[in-house]
């Protein structure tokens, strides 16, 4: 089955500058790949999704990047802000008959003043 | 609450008891999913449904049942088999065109 790794555990950054997450996964045939935010003690939240004819995806201070080739996709935040403080989520989908969303383990993304 | 609904919010068992853990959902979603999250480990998918009466084992379903008898309802089952059963419990559905999933507000479970 799939298998998504996901890098950096914990992850501090200074308010202003840009917070990079990356993930890998296993299954070349995996076509969809969503980025979700889990503040404390909430739901997760879909933040940004890419789908694997697109190499990236860009929405205000938020960036997703994949490389097919490499198996690889990346959030990139720019200007942080306190409210970004949260745990990030990547996830990898597959088409099929067992089609479902396979996480990573998750980041702490902690911005400071 | 999003159109997906977890109850209750807080849940304490007992050692040897069996809790059921309540979703619902008014999306029309097809697909319905349940994930355990413990601190550090992510999402791990306990089971899932992709159509009203049928459901499959995720990584994690030792110790726990479920049943899909209608399209808004998930119920999970944490029976006495399952170990190790504290942790915070999330509910999830889908609609198969766009594959990005809900969730809901979580149970979080505690044995007492």
């Known amino acids: 089955g799939e298998n998504v790794e996901q890098h950096p555990s914990t992850l501090s950054v200074q308010e202003g500058d840009s917070a990079v997450i990356k993930c890998t996964y296993s299954d070349s045939a995996s076509n969809y790949f969503p980025w979700y935010k889990q503040e404390l003690g909430k739901r997760p939240q879909l933040i940004i999704d890419?789908?694997?004819?697109?190499g990236e995806k860009k929405d205000q201070r938020i960036a997703v990047t994949l490389n097919k080739t490499a198996k690889h996709f990346s959030l990139h935040i720019t200007e942080t802000q306190p409210e970004d403080s949260a745990v990030y989520f990547c996830a990898a989908y597959r088409t099929g008959t067992a089609s479902k969303l396979t996480f990573g383990t998750g980041t702490r993304l902690q911005v400071t003043l | 609450d999003g159109g997906i609904t977890q109850s209750p919010k807080y849940l304490f068992r007992k050692e040897g008891q069996n809790v059921t853990l309540s979703c619902e959902q008014n999306?029309?979603?097809?697909?319905m999913y349940w994930y355990r999250q413990d601190p550090g480990q992510g999402l791990r998918l306990i089971y899932y449904?992709?159509?009203?009466?049928?459901?499959q084992k995720g990584d994690i379903a030792e110790g726990y049942s479920v049943s899909r008898e209608k399209k808004e309802s998930f119920p999970l089952t944490v029976t006495s088999a399952q170990k190790n059963p504290t942790a915070f419990y999330l509910c999830?559905?889908?609609?198969?065109?766009?594959?990005?999933?809900?969730f809901g507000s979580g149970t979080r479970l505690t044995v007492v």
């Open positions: 999830a559905s889908s609609q198969g065109t766009t594959r990005s999933y809900t």
């Open positions: 999306l029309n979603h097809d697909a």
């Open positions: 890419i789908r694997s004819n697109v």
């Open positions: 449904s992709q159509i009203v009466n049928d459901f």
